[in-house]
């Protein structure tokens, strides 16, 4: 919790929204899918999933923010890290929230090697303000501190990026949500309130910082610069309204596909859309540089996959254009590969399963600071996937701050084997991993 | 004078008597040379006595993987040079002890039957010494000795040459052997990918092109072994010749690794000085300076005797006898001897010449070897302190690579021969750094460089 003394002490009128968001850091995701975002959001906050929130404080009548922009070491998952750029010390930086009339002065501070600016997506404001480098602006200067003021006349979920440089910038990870609520509360009031961005980096396999003159071809695909399984999961409390805001700033559109749950599409960074334009989805295209408002109530108890349904987006750095090894006998060669190549594991033969078997079981090489590129392991077994992939978990009795653990579902009803059990299959699925 | 001529008489008839009996110190000869062989070579250069045992060592020698030290005892007790060369000695040896001895005295008969016309029978005889044979026999001894100690150097010289030949043979039948192990390692990588090829194909998974691709490298790496296998059985049978086998001799085994290379540092002046002091065959020309000048000196100072001789004269004519004493001396009318001083003093500079070509010559070699020595042990290192490990952990990081699928086994395959290639390489700098340690020691006459141990 970080409540500021200067906080309180300037916050007439303002101690609901200053109240700091639940800590989600996951610091420390373990291999099983990540740490959760624990605490039910303050009506009127978001969650930041792996994030926080940025605190402000009251200066000559505008919320004053401070944003520092530099560069930093950031872990995608235990076993990978990158040198990244990014605003106080995180990628994406810190969630601007503010409430929908409020005179805002965020200060800007260029820490990096090279000058920077900060475009703010989809709010309205004066042109001098809209922070496009050499257009509406000079360039923030190294070691410079510049200001922004403006007063928000809108509300609904929107974004912070740089406007200079931003092939290299944001390939980096510069970029930051910028959330506006409203004066009144939507209904029905959601209980819970997650946000994310959507990313992708050009983290070479044992490399340690990201290739900004990638277009396509992407290792590593990021809820908040984050891949399964250290992204936190949603985890909520059955029949509690949710609302999930994604905003996109990778390189693809990104078809985010919820399970066990049907959700109306509520907004976009055009703002609130009204009712009768909402629509029920199970899968919602975010499209490059949008962002979406999705919500639902969470009738369904059990584990959630929440995901981009572009399978290559839930799985972490592979090579492309490798000969395809399915369906080689490579038994055959079996004997003399390993004489001549003691640490390599030739597999892929019957398909990419036993890889994803090794590779959560810890049993498999690969290269430094590169994750497997399908990993995490649930009560039956490797999940096996990795990037744009997290869970929600919906549970009668979750408890705020209480790990929910995997879903036991005792009395729900279960996918069954009908056959004998196939000799092939030596691996024990029956244990529930934790 | 009558004195003098009378002792002279004596002296030979003494020594005709004395040394009528003894025998042409081949033996010796060649003991005294595998004296001057032993300096370089140590207790290698200890003979069997005889034939018998020297099979049997070569029985023993040739059972067991053959190293360095065992081809050049082979090569001595077999190489047919060596045989030739030990002949050799005892021809000179034979000379020098016949130009040590006084020429045989000459005993001349004469019987005249009377003739029908009267006359009694007559009977002459003559025993003659050739004087100056006599008066030449110490300071031919003297340059004989000298000439004897010089065939010597030369024979020590020629089995050290052979020794050094014999180790060049070995150096390059034991590395073509290693060569070809790495070459049978790589070819299996290759054939392996192309069999490997053949499983995607039938899988479906590449097309013929990337199929023959791989089936083309395979054949490739085929046809690189068997040149290696050529060039492997060429040294081998080059090897077998210079120690002297034959067909049924066994097949020769050698030593799977070459020794390691060691860092040696040298004084190039220190060397040339030791090399100076060391060669047998400077010693050997040194020695034939000193053999020439002797003999130029004896034919100056007897370049008037010519050929001058006495003889004892006996005649039986009837019932008269007598006997009485001749001499004769060739008067040094036309010739003073000028063309034999004129020839023994261009022999003495030819000699000479050949002393200084020699020293040119070893300090120019010292200098080239030491570079080449410095030059393929830096390589040497390289190889394994540097390009073999950098290869290794390519083909470690590319297996991990192969095991996230992120890299295919063909490449890693591919990696794994360079990988390989670069063991090739040390082996090739291994041999030039043996080969140069052996080139320096023959410019220096060193005691032999044994590589022995292996790595
Ligand atoms: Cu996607």
Redesign the pocket.
């Known amino acids: 919790m970080h409540v500021s003394r200067r906080n309180l002490l300037m916050g007439a009128g303002v101690a609901v929204t200053a109240l700091p968001p639940g800590k989600t850091d996951g610091a420390q995701a373990p291999a099983t899918p990540g740490t959760a975002a624990t605490t039910q959001t303050t009506p009127g906050r978001v969650t930041t999933l792996n994030g926080r929130s940025l605190d402000w404080r009251m200066v000559d009548g505008a919320k004053e923010y401070h944003l520092i922009a530099s560069e930093f070491e950031h872990e995608f998952a235990p076993g990978c890290k990158a040198r990244c750029w990014g605003y106080n010390g995180s990628t994406p930086g810190p969630t601007i929230e503010a409430v929908e009339g409020d005179r805002v002065r965020i200060l800007v501070t260029n820490n990096l090697p090279e000058p920077t600016s900060v475009h703010w997506h989809g709010i309205l404001l004066p042109n001098g303000m809209d922070g496009v480098s050499g257009l509406t602006q000079p360039p923030i200067g190294v070691g410079e501190t510049w200001a922004y003021e403006f007063t928000l006349r809108q509300n609904g979920t929107y974004l912070y990026h740089p406007h200079a440089d931003e092939m290299t910038q944001m390939a980096f990870g510069m970029m930051g949500l910028f959330i506006v609520h409203p004066r009144i509360q939507h209904q029905p009031v959601c209980q819970r309130d997650f946000a994310f961005i959507?990313h992708n980096y050009a983290l070479r396999p044992g490399s340690y910082r990201p290739d900004p003159s990638v277009m396509t071809d992407f290792d590593l695909?990021t809820f908040n610069s984050k891949v399964f399984p250290a992204i936190d999961m949603l985890n909520v409390r059955l029949g509690e309204r949710v609302r999930i805001r994604i905003a996109n700033l990778s390189m693809?559109?990104?078809?985010i596909h919820l399970h066990g749950h049907r959700f109306m599409v509520t907004g976009s960074d055009g703002g609130r859309w009204p009712q009768v334009s909402w629509r029920p989805e199970v899968t919602e295209i975010v499209g490059v540089g949008q962002t979406r408002d999705l919500e639902f109530v969470a009738d369904n108890p059990g584990d959630w996959a929440l995901h981009?349904?572009?399978s290559h987006?839930t799985m972490n750095a592979m090579g492309h254009g490798i000969p395809n090894p399915v369906g080689v006998a490579q038994a055959a060669l079996a004997d003399r590969l390993g004489a001549l190549l003691p640490d390599y594991q030739p597999m892929g033969g019957n398909g990419m399963y036993e890889h994803a078997e090794h590779a959560s079981m810890g049993h498999m090489q690969g290269p430094e600071n590169t994750l497997p590129m399908a990993m995490g392991r649930g009560p039956f077994g490797p999940i096996g996937m990795g990037g744009?992939m997290t869970l929600l978990r919906v549970r009668p009795d979750y408890r705020d701050g209480v790990d929910p653990g995997w879903y036991s579902g005792d009395q729900q009803p279960r996918a069954r084997r009908i056959t004998a059990r196939s000799e092939a299959d030596e691996t024990d699925h029956s244990s529930h991993h934790r | 004078m009558k004195f003098r001529l009378l002792s002279v008489i004596t002296a030979a008839a003494t020594l005709g008597v004395s040394s009528g009996c003894s025998t042409v110190p081949v033996q010796s000869s060649r003991q005294q040379a595998q004296a001057l062989l032993q300096r370089s070579a140590g207790t290698l250069a200890q003979f069997p006595d005889n034939a018998e045992a020297a099979e049997n060592e070569l029985r023993t020698l040739l059972a067991a993987p053959l190293d360095a030290t065992a081809a050049i005892r082979v090569a001595w007790l077999r190489n047919a040079d060596a045989q030739a060369a030990c002949a050799q000695l005892g021809i000179s040896t034979a000379d020098i002890f016949a130009a040590s001895r006084p020429a045989n005295p000459q005993l001349g008969l004469a019987w005249l039957w009377p003739s029908p016309h009267g006359g009694d029978r007559k009977l002459d005889g003559t025993l003659g010494f050739s004087l100056d044979d006599l008066i030449r026999l110490p300071s031919r001894r003297q340059y004989g000795a000298v000439e004897l100690r010089a065939a010597q150097q030369q024979l020590a010289a020629k089995l050290y040459a052979l020794a050094l030949d014999t180790l060049d043979a070995w150096l390059e039948a034991a590395a073509s052997q290693q060569r070809l192990s790495v070459r049978r390692a790589i070819a299996e990588s290759a054939q392996t990918a192309a069999e490997l090829a053949e499983q995607y194909r039938l899988a479906g998974n590449i097309n013929a092109v990337e199929t023959a691709l791989q089936a083309a490298a395979g054949t490739e790496a085929a046809l690189s072994l068997s040149r290696s296998e050529r060039d492997a059985s060429r040294s081998r049978s080059r090897l077998r010749q210079i120690l002297g086998l034959t067909a049924t001799d066994p097949a020769l085994q050698l030593p799977t690794n070459l020794p390691a290379a060691e860092a040696l540092t040298f004084e190039a002046q220190q060397l040339h000085a030791e090399a100076r002091s060391q060669r047998l065959d400077l010693a050997a020309a040194r020695s034939e300076v000193e053999s020439v000048s002797l003999r130029l000196a004896a034919t100056r100072r007897f370049r008037l005797l010519g050929g001058s001789a006495v003889s004892v004269l006996g005649e039986q004519e009837g019932d008269s006898r007598r006997t009485g004493i001749g001499a004769g001396i060739e008067l040094p009318l036309f010739s003073q001897g000028q063309s034999a001083v004129a020839r023994a003093t261009a022999e003495l500079q030819l000699a000479e010449a050949h002393v200084r070509q020699l020293e040119v010559s070893i300090d120019a070699e010292v200098d080239a070897q030491l570079e080449q020595l410095a030059r393929a042990y830096d390589e040497y290192r390289q190889y394994r302190e540097r390009l073999i490990p950098q290869r290794e952990s390519i083909v470690a990081r590319l297996s991990e690579q192969a095991n996230f699928m992120l890299t295919g086994p063909f490449e890693l395959l591919l990696a794994r021969q360079q990988s390989y290639s670069a063991y090739e390489g040390a082996v090739d700098a291994l041999q030039s750094w043996w080969q140069s340690r052996v080139a320096l020691a023959r410019a220096l006459g060193a005691p032999l460089p044994m590589p022995v141990r292996g790595n």
């Open positions: 959507l695909w693809f559109n990104h078809p981009c349904h572009m987006h744009m």
